[in-house]
């Protein structure tokens, strides 16, 4: 009987390079949510041994995420998602501050959770939601945001720390530096940088996001800085600020992820910044007709996006797929619809096409040097199947 070939070779692993606002769970995390999961499972409301076991908890893993972030524990509040910290943050402020005005000002390029937040809380008050406008990289205009920040009527600020679409850091000392003379609080969006790139201390309300930084998902982070004016417009619970609670081994899980993150993040920040830059200059270099968009150098160290021309965004996201290759598209806090991204809309980039990456710190050399191999004929048969050809 004839022995049979195994010449054959194994199938690649898929390469996930959609690590933005979901990473993989990191080793220690992962640890720390299995021992809470048996120490912390609680209620940690309950008086009973078992509840005040799981407060400590609790209580431990929200020390220990202030410390990372340079905050007081008092000052810090766990939520069950982003979205719903920055919602919260959003509706609270401006219910407490509602007799300064009913006006919120925001970057352009926001999230798509704060604009939501802010047109929900400006339409009830009979305000406006006044947007400052970015330039071709995605950065505010610091000028035209402290003269909206100045104007009479407005209750918050809001600026994200850096874009988690294309990466681009924002002016948020100098937006600071405009918002306290007017005595207006500034919301900063750390959701796509904590972890990654160190925050500083340029901002009055501060929202994290755990699942980015290597965390587990269903939880958010809200840090409100002592003398923010805050008052809920829902109804009351014991837990003041997200009403319900959230689960002790996931807060302990993330607070381990942060611990961990912010330790090595420096290490990571350079080998992916590294790779972000082959990754912008080969996709230029081999794919005709296309937009690699953001700060080539004032920008996070793990985010790239590009937009190709004549390519639907959902058509390349599942080509590359099919071939191994896990990638964003659309806007980076909308992409479930793969509609086209207001953030590149607003800086005036190509939308069609778009391609996001957000490299986590398992990424290798040899993932990226696969998917710019991979990359090329993924989008010219695309475009083949539209007719576009010859470019």
Do not use: K
């Amino acid at each position: 009987m004839r022995g049979v070939s195994s010449s054959t070779s194994a199938p690649r692993p898929r390469v996930v390079l959609d690590a933005g606002g979901r990473a993989p769970l990191l080793p220690a995390a992962r640890e720390a949510l299995v021992a809470a999961l048996d120490e912390g499972w609680a209620d940690p409301r309950r008086l009973h041994a078992e509840g005040r076991r799981a407060r400590l908890l609790l209580d431990g893993a929200r020390e220990a995420i202030a410390g990372a972030l340079g905050a007081r524990t008092d000052d810090v509040d766990l939520a069950p998602s982003l979205t719903a910290a920055l919602h919260g943050a959003v509706r609270s402020i401006a219910h407490g501050r509602r007799r300064s005005g009913p006006d919120v000002v925001v970057g352009a390029v926001e999230r798509a959770a704060v604009l939501h937040a802010a047109d929900f809380v400006t339409d009830r008050a009979g305000g406006r939601r006044v947007t400052v406008g970015v330039d071709g990289t995605g950065r505010v205009d610091p000028e035209a945001f402290a003269e909206a920040v100045a104007a009479p009527g407005v209750a918050l600020a809001a600026l994200q720390h850096a874009n988690g679409e294309v990466g681009t850091l924002q002016p948020v000392e100098q937006a600071l530096g405009a918002a306290r003379p007017a005595g207006v609080p500034l919301l900063v969006d750390a959701g796509a940088s904590v972890g990654h790139v160190g925050v500083g201390d340029a901002w009055d309300v501060l929202a994290a996001d755990p699942g980015d930084w290597g965390g587990p998902g269903g939880l958010g982070v809200l840090v409100t800085r002592a003398g923010v004016r805050r008052a809920p417009d829902w109804p009351q619970d014991d837990d003041r600020w997200f009403p319900g609670g959230v689960s002790v081994p996931l807060a302990l899980a993330a607070a381990v992820a942060l611990q961990h993150a912010v330790a090595t993040a420096e290490r990571h920040a350079v080998r992916l910044h590294g790779l972000v830059d082959l990754v912008r200059s080969e996709v230029a270099a081999r794919v005709p007709a296309v937009d690699v968009v953001g700060d080539p150098v004032q920008r996070l160290p793990h985010v790239v996006t590009f937009s190709c021309l004549y390519v639907d965004g959902e058509a390349i996201v599942t080509e590359l797929d099919r071939r191994g290759f896990a990638v964003g598209s659309g806007s980076a806090c909308t992409s479930s619809t793969l509609e086209p991204s207001h953030v590149l809309a607003a800086m005036g980039a190509l939308t069609q096409g778009n391609v996001r990456l957000a490299l986590h710190p398992g990424t290798s050399e040899a993932d990226v040097h696969a998917f710019l191999d991979a990359l090329p004929s993924a989008v010219a048969d695309v475009r083949a199947l539209l007719g576009v050809t010859g470019l």
